[in-house]
């Protein structure tokens, strides 16, 4: 295989990414014709149509599905081969490409990248951030950060930091309308709502005494923005479900007090998500370990 069916598959790769040949050129540095002109040059060369075009998006064929599936297979096992040949040295090299969520990614996860990348300069860092888990394979990342567990048995796991859910409160909210003493009273009180993914709206589960007990709440306050729904009830407008990594500096400080610490929500680790390769690339298997050491670091208790 030469260059240039490497670089077909990689500018492929990017169109179906990003859905349109328009943000594909953006991320090539070129002009929206010229990638037009490049996807048509390889749909003549392999003799099938590989995409729908619409005014704004496009959709992928039978065969550039196909074609994006062999691509997405060819390019990791170059990169795992080059990474293999170039592991007899020390310095790591190579494309890293990384999944987080939205503000932990920004806020946290970007942040442990930017050091890693300080240590490894010869490593090509490509990070993105999702509300939604990604496919791994379809979409070529080396590995994902995510809290709780993914549905998807073909990837391994990796825990990072343990990480309980917890209901908590302003004082000022306390103050004006009580303290819950049990789960029943829950339900009178004024609950702020994080919209995520495909929970239950609503249904809050708990464990007590080796017991599922579920509670629907009520709240005049939603959103599916983690760091929106914690700024509310700073300002005093509710009870929430947080974890204790959100919560830690606050509670410590005085703004937010623990509210029914006797019952267990279930848990929010983080895990790191990796494909299943017998020969993972040793950047990945090193920033794995770095955030494993990163997040080994106590955290103020609560």
């Known amino acids: 295989m030469n260059a240039d069916a490497a670089g077909e598959m990689e500018f492929f ?4 990414r990003h859905g349109s040949l328009a943000a594909a050129a953006r991320a090539l540095d070129l002009s929206p014709p010229a990638a037009t002109k490049r996807l048509a ?8 149509r590989l995409v729908n075009r619409t005014t704004r998006r496009i959709s992928l064929t039978g065969e550039g599905e196909t074609y ?3 691509a997405t297979r060819i390019l990791a096992a170059i990169r795992d081969m080059e990474d293999d040949v170039g592991s007899a040295g020390k310095t790591l090299k190579g494309l890293l490409r990384v999944n987080a969520t939205l503000g932990f990614g920004r806020t946290v996860i970007a942040p442990l990248l930017s050091e890693f990348a300080r240590h490894h300069p010869d490593v090509e860092v490509q990070m993105e951030v999702t509300d939604r888990p990604v496919d791994l394979v379809e979409m070529g990342f080396d590995l994902a950060i995510r809290f709780g567990t993914l549905p998807d048995r073909r990837l391994n796991a990796r825990r990072v930091m343990s990480n309980r859910r917890l209901l908590c409160a302003s004082p000022l909210y306390l103050q004006r309308h009580g303290t819950p003493a049990d789960l029943a009273d829950l339900v009178r009180h004024r609950c702020i709502l994080h919209r995520q993914n495909g929970d239950a709206y609503g249904t809050w589960r708990f464990e007590h005494r080796g017991q599922t007990e579920t509670v629907k709440v009520h709240g005049a306050l939603s959103s599916n923005d983690g760091d929106i729904v914690l700024g509310w009830a700073l300002d005093g407008h509710g009870i929430l479900i947080r974890s204790e990594w959100d919560l830690a500096k606050y509670v410590e400080s005085g703004r937010l007090r623990i509210v029914l610490p006797a019952y267990t929500l279930p848990s929010a680790d983080l895990f790191v998500y990796y494909l299943n390769r017998a020969h993972q690339p040793a950047r990945a298997r090193a920033f794995i370990d770095f955030l494993v050491v990163q997040f080994q670091r106590p955290m103020t208790t609560l």
């Open 68 to 70: 994006l599936a062999h």
């Open 13 to 16: 790769l990017l169109v179906a």
């Open 41 to 48: 040059q390889l749909e003549a060369r392999l003799g099938v």
